[in-house]
């Protein structure tokens, strides 16, 4: 089988893990990853990033020339991506760009004009409803006329595709696993000591962006019902709630028990990881934000909730999106918003470090069993070959 696979996401090395561990399952897999030549991130990486050319095995990534710089939605190949295809002659081609995206029509009308006979398949995070106006909306329904199979990262967005009229096969995989390697069980002792946490002082840990959508501010609510509980809280990122929550804790008494850490690099994240006894995704649904085509947000997945749970910490999180789908039986689930119910999760793991145990055993085995890069290809595979 050869897979041709299109996306920006792969311009990061680390992102191709799940892709090269595909190629590696069997010896007549072959898995050709096309990235943008020159790809502008933004956010704090502000700067143009000039992608190579690489390979091992049966894998390889492969820069072809492109047209938009920062925009997935205008993603598109040069010329030089013909050639390629022709060499390649893939059976399956596979665009990560999203439903509405011109890569993806471009790859199809390629196909078609090339003779390829490859499946298409695209992939999407996009799980709110939403409505295409002219010419998205042409571009949507080309699109998914032309697509054999589609792969979600989470449930909602299948029903979102089968309200825009898709009645094709689909399947629901998170576009990146989790490195078992790097996120592992791991005592940190030193680290405790050097953030002056005590040892019988359950950990509370965050990580991500500080904004409000990922209800931080329901978590500061929570905690202040647990004041006279032994706890420390650890948030491991950045974000321009900082200073609000900084307002919030002190207003409520806990300053002194937060412990703020940004600008951890990657392989860092998972030795703060493993510091906490317990980590927590408070997301909530929002419709503040809009699209040309949509409005609002939920939490699309929640990658840092596999982490955790590869690294044999529990987990509590919010019912928003994706995040009671991850964490299934493995870890603690509350109603978005509501402090009391959240501050009784947080209660129970800070008072049973023998539940704090049994559900770091259940998300670890859940982590391997799933979300692993090697468990991802292997059911990634199997879709391809369902259709």
């Known amino acids: 089988m050869r897979i041709l696979v299109a996306s920006h996401t792969y311009i990061v090395d680390l992102n191709c893990e799940k892709l090269r561990a595909l190629a590696h399952l069997e010896p007549d897999i072959e898995v050709t990853v096309v990235v943008p030549k020159r790809w502008r991130p933004g956010g704090v990486q502000n700067k143009i990033i000039e992608t190579r050319a690489w390979s091992d095995g049966n894998f390889r990534v492969v820069p072809i020339s492109n047209f938009s710089e920062n925009n997935q939605a205008l993603l598109t190949f040069g010329a030089d991506i013909i050639p390629l295809l022709r060499e390649f002659r893939p059976h399956i081609i596979h665009v990560e760009q999203g439903a509405k995206s011109l890569a993806y029509a471009q790859l199809i009308t390629l196909n078609r004009l090339l003779g390829l006979k490859a499946k298409n398949i695209f992939f999407t995070w996009w799980n709110l409803p939403y409505e295409s106006k002219f010419p998205l909306s042409v571009l949507e329904s080309y699109n998914l006329r032309n697509t054999d199979g589609a792969i979600a990262g989470n449930q909602d967005g299948v029903e979102v595709l089968r309200d825009r009229g898709y009645r094709n096969v689909t399947t629901v995989l998170p576009q990146l696993g989790v490195d078992e390697h790097l996120f592992a069980p791991r005592l940190q002792p030193e680290l405790a000591t050097e953030l002056g946490i005590e040892a019988d002082e359950c950990v509370i840990g965050f990580v991500g962006r500080f904004v409000e959508e990922k209800g931080l501010l329901t978590l500061v609510d929570a905690l202040a019902r647990l004041k006279d509980k032994r706890w420390k809280l650890l948030l491991l990122g950045r974000g321009v709630l900082k200073g609000t929550l900084e307002e919030k804790l002190t207003e409520s008494g806990l300053r002194d028990r937060a412990i703020w ?33 949509a409005a609002g947000w939920k939490e699309q997945f929640g990658h840092v909730l596999i982490e955790a749970m590869a690294c044999g910490i529990p987990v509590i999180g919010s019912d928003s999106g994706e995040i009671p789908h991850v964490i299934g039986e493995a870890g603690l689930v509350f109603p978005e918003k509501d ?17 704090r145990e049994k559900l770091g055993h259940l998300g670890y085995e859940r982590a391997m069993k799933r979300y692993t890069n090697k468990a991802l290809a292997q059911q990634q595979l199997a879709f391809y070959r369902q259709l």
């Open 339 to 355: 402090a009391a119910a959240f501050a009784e999760c947080l209660a129970k793991t800070i008072e049973q470090p023998e539940l």
């Open 261 to 293: 850490k940004e600008s951890v690099p990657h392989d860092e994240v998972a030795r703060y990881i493993n510091l906490m006894n317990v980590l927590v995704l408070p997301s909530e649904t929002t419709y503040k934000f809009k699209t040309l085509s």
